[in-house]
């Protein structure tokens, strides 16, 4: 097994062996990214290669650090690239609204019955998200999941601040509206 | 419940966190394949500027070649037609001879020796003064009438001060001094002939000549990437057909240093696994190049030569060292081979070249000399298309035979 710092350094000088142990590791982590922006499940694997062609190619630049550092620094990068990458792929579509199930195998459900039930309720809350406008969903991620600014999130996306704000506050009115619905679910997950 | 945006946004990070999708599709080949084309994308826009690159600064070299040459050669024109004055005591000046222009039609066979001149003497000049300088005299006759050029209208009844008939010819490569006597004016108004004494010097020259010349050679397979200059250094011989062109030979001991993808290098002698793909080779290579040039002297004089050459060169390669990696079902290996007088390659590459020399003795010249080598086909065990770009510097020496001019 490669340490992190043998697998960067091979990465920074291009070694494709590397670049692969690399790629196979931190998969997962780009693919849950990605999911969060990109509304088909059979679109996000493009994506996120994409986003780590991206990675390999830009990865000459990369600064190795002390451990742990070295490790966040690098999931970091990666999630910038990832998110920058698929809010790329929606804009190209025009941030048009999509339509379609999540096929049932894609979800991970524990065995054990806390954890099955808290899974549930993680599944059906990302559902809710995945199912805004693509453009209220993405300013949403952008702003609550992952810790853009508006200011950030307006250069990202080439719109405004205002309109970046607007968004966020429409998502979640949106998101709001639909877990009333659901209320008795949604109590007993926090109670939980 | 009444669901807060706080709790709206916590419930997604946490959501976010503990994501319990399943991911799919992870596929290194595409990436790989994604990686590799982009690769040789930016290869092929870099080679492409490269090798407009490469005969931009050919293109360059040549220019300042061309502009440096000019630059002194109208310096010293000038200098040389300033520094004319009128000398009274010519006739005591041995190796002078006096060439009168006037209207008689001499029969004198004499007169057909200076027939060469003509290509100096377009206009007759008419000396005023003791102080005017040629170039004065030019200016005033500047509209005078060509036909004067005619041989017929030099007479050798007024040329004096030459030992011989073989004194009175000039070379064609000198810049004429010329001098008018002005001693006796009386004279010269009862002969209404201007006398103009031309140095000579001798009319030959050596046909025979040898340089030695070295310098950094940049090589590159296919205007791919440059690793490091390598260097030729040699020695080429001449001969002189005519008075502007020549024919070159010699021999230079040349070392190639570069880098060559995968695809530029024939791989079969490196004796990859099966299923190999030869993925770059990065190497230097040393050879013994026997080049076989034309050159055209484009300008000449006593001090300067611009040239231009062109010819084609064989190599007998002596030592090919590589590094080289390959893949294998998506590992990468590194190795390294070398190889000791693997091949001899006739005329296989192009030699087109153009420089300057300049005199810094008596006979001696310096020789700058830029230089494109482009390959007609492969060369070495890799078979690759080797260009070259360099400059060569050293001295130029005649060493033989004289030829008449």
């Known amino acids: 097994m490669e340490d992190l710092n043998s697998i960067l350094k091979g990465c920074i000088v291009n070694d494709h062996k590397y670049q692969k142990i690399l790629y196979e590791q931190y998969y997962n982590y780009a693919f849950k990214i990605a999911f969060r922006y990109i509304y088909h499940y059979d679109n996000i694997p493009e994506v996120v290669n994409d986003g780590f062609v991206k990675i390999f190619r830009n990865f000459s630049g990369y600064i190795i650090k002390d451990e742990p550092i070295n490790e966040y620094n690098l999931l970091a990068w990666i999630k910038k690239i990832i998110i920058h990458t698929a809010i790329d792929e929606l804009r190209k579509n025009n941030l048009m609204p999509e339509i379609g199930a999540m096929p049932d195998e894609a979800w991970e459900l524990s065995d054990q019955h806390g954890q099955a039930d808290q899974g549930l309720l993680y599944k059906e809350i990302l559902k809710q998200v995945k199912s805004l406008p693509p453009a209220y969903r993405a300013v949403f991620n952008l702003y609550v999941v992952d810790g853009y600014s508006h200011k950030e999130i307006a250069a990202l996306m080439n719109i405004s601040v205002g309109t970046s704000k607007s968004n966020l506050f429409k998502a979640k009115a949106h998101l709001q509206k639909i877990f009333k619905k659901d209320s008795d679910k949604m109590k007993y997950a926090i109670s939980e | ?405």
């Open chain 2, 1 to 405: 419940m009444q669901f807060r945006n706080d709790h709206i946004e916590d419930l997604v990070r946490q959501a976010a966190e503990l994501n319990p999708i399943k991911a799919k599709g992870a596929d290194w080949d595409s990436v790989f394949n994604k990686l590799v084309n982009k690769e040789e994308a930016s290869v092929k826009a870099e080679e492409k500027s490269k090798k407009y690159l490469f005969l931009l600064l050919f293109l360059l070299s040549s220019l300042l070649c061309n502009e440096f040459y000019y630059i002194l050669y109208n310096n010293q024109s000038k200098a040389n037609l300033k520094n004319i004055n009128i000398n009274p005591s010519l006739k005591e000046k041995n190796n002078i001879g006096f060439i009168a222009l006037s209207n008689n039609n001499n029969k004198n066979p004499l007169v057909k020796k200076f027939g060469t001149l003509k290509h100096y003497y377009t206009t007759p000049v008419y000396a005023q003064d003791a102080t005017t300088t040629l170039l004065e005299l030019v200016e005033k006759n500047i509209d005078a009438d060509a036909t004067h050029e005619k041989t017929e209208n030099l007479s050798v009844s007024d040329v004096s001060g030459s030992n011989g008939n073989e004194n009175i010819t000039s070379t064609l490569h000198e810049d004429p001094v010329i001098k008018i006597t002005d001693e006796n004016s009386t004279e010269n108004e009862k002969t209404k002939d201007q006398i103009i004494p031309v140095k000579t010097k001798s009319a030959k020259e050596k046909r025979f000549y040898a340089a030695f010349l070295l310098g950094p050679d940049i090589s590159t397979v296919k205007f791919s990437e440059i690793k490091a200059a390598g260097h030729s250094i040699g020695i080429t011989v001449g001969f002189k057909l005519t008075k502007r062109i020549s024919v070159e030979t010699g021999a230079f001991l040349d070392q190639k240093k570069y880098v060559a993808e995968g695809e530029y290098f024939k791989a079969e002698k490196l004796y990859l696994p099966d299923h190999s793909k030869l993925l770059n080779v990065s190497g230097y290579c040393n050879m013994i190049e026997i080049p076989l040039n034309i050159r055209y002297n484009i300008a000449t004089n006593n001090n300067y030569n611009l040239f231009a050459l062109a010819g084609l060169s064989s190599y007998l390669v002596q030592r090919e060292e590589y590094d080289y990696q390959y893949s294998r079902y998506n590992t990468i290996y590194s190795s390294n081979k070398s190889y000791s007088k693997s091949s001899n390659e006739l005329f296989n590459v192009i030699n087109l070249g153009a420089g300057f020399e300049k005199r810094v003795g008596k006979l001696t010249a310096l020789r700058i000399e830029p230089y494109v080598k482009l390959p007609v086909k492969g060369m070495g065990v890799g078979d690759m298309r080797l260009s070259s770009a360099g400059i060569l510097v050293g001295v130029r020496y005649p060493f033989s035979k004289k030829m008449d001019q």
